[in-house]
């Protein structure tokens, strides 16, 4: 019988799909929903020891960047004190690079991966991300035949832009890879994934690549010169839009508006319908009262974003520098009650401990001491955040006052009050809680 392990009382891990450097991919299903998850599993002292944390963070930083139907979604990441798990969307039909080993495709089929493939690259370089590595192999099939784009690990953010504007790192597969990149004299990373495309276009419609040589040298010669030549089958249409496509200079290099102008290109396109990344619910101006009870006119909680929250509950994996806001330093803990129940024991705790609370709406509330401090009366936030069905985080943060006085409301006198409807506290170990433990030796 097959080995299974849980994931932090959610997944349920699988068999083993594939594995690279520097992580092995399973197959996972969610134990309420039974949705199917590719689980990626990192360890961190081995990208540590290569120095390729950065590179994993801008990873995850990238993926929550590019929600797009044609894109392989990230769904949370998880992490222990020694491994990254990201969860992420699980493609079933495998890699395109299956189909074109096989032969050419058809024009038409040819035509809509292209165009998928093109929506999706567009909508990244909105986002200001550019890929680096496309190519069959980093584009799957889901059971729709739809196709979607994975592997961001080489993929670059605006923030790597030296002062000329320019990215200078060498990366990608050579066959698939802009003649600009190979110069080594720094390139645009959106044109430079243009160029990319074109070579896959190429590879669909023919089924082989357009720059072949044994000797790497004079493949790269055929590259700086863009010197290929069309099989007898590709229709003029086609050829036409190759030839802007594997342009050597990138400032002749067609655009993507512009491809998505061509008449082959636009017969039978239809834009995607894009997916927003999830943001926070506007808090409620309104002024609602004292009482618990009138708080909520949202029927739930602000989303959480995942990334924040493993940033600030795991040990060492410290991915706060990503995200657009930066939380106020405060106290953290998780729990599987609901929202309601979280805000009314809060309430009541305070109340015992003579704090007033006010100005309670949208899951977020102001606790007031009654007693001056060396600064003033403390003044504390209390925020309930939803992370996922089930799970919850609240959030301390001290508004006005001292700040020893300020953790020793959080110590001493919350910890304890608040323990029943715990699951973990923020910087405690995840391996201590019954429902997050991970067999990881055996992963």
Known sequence: MEERHILFGKYEMGRLLGKGTFAKVYYGKHMVSGESVAIKVISKDQVKKEGMMEQIEREISIMHLVRHPNVVELKEVLATKTKIFFIMEYVRGGELFGKVVKGKLKEDLARRYFQQLISAVDFCHSRGVSHRDLKPENLLLDENEDLKISDFGLS???EQLRNDGLLHTQCGTPAYVAPEVLRKKG????????WSCGVILYVLLAGFLPFQDENLMNMYRKIFKAEFEYPPWFSTESKRLVSKLLVANPEKRITIPAIMRVPWFRKGFTRPVKLSIQEPVPENTEDNGDSVSKTHKSSSPKFFNA??????????????SLFESKRKSGSMFTSRCSANTIMSRIEGVAKAMNFNVGNVKDFKMRLQGTSEGRKGRLSVTAEVFEVAPQVAVVEFSKSSGDTLEYVKFCVEDVRPALKDIVWTWQGDDFNNCSNAKVEEEKL
């Open 187 to 194: 390139y645009d990373g959106s044109k430079a994934d243009i």
């Open 156 to 158: 670059a953010l605006p």
């Open 307 to 320: 990334f924040e929250f493993i940033s600030s509950m795991s040990s060492g994996f410290d991915l706060s």
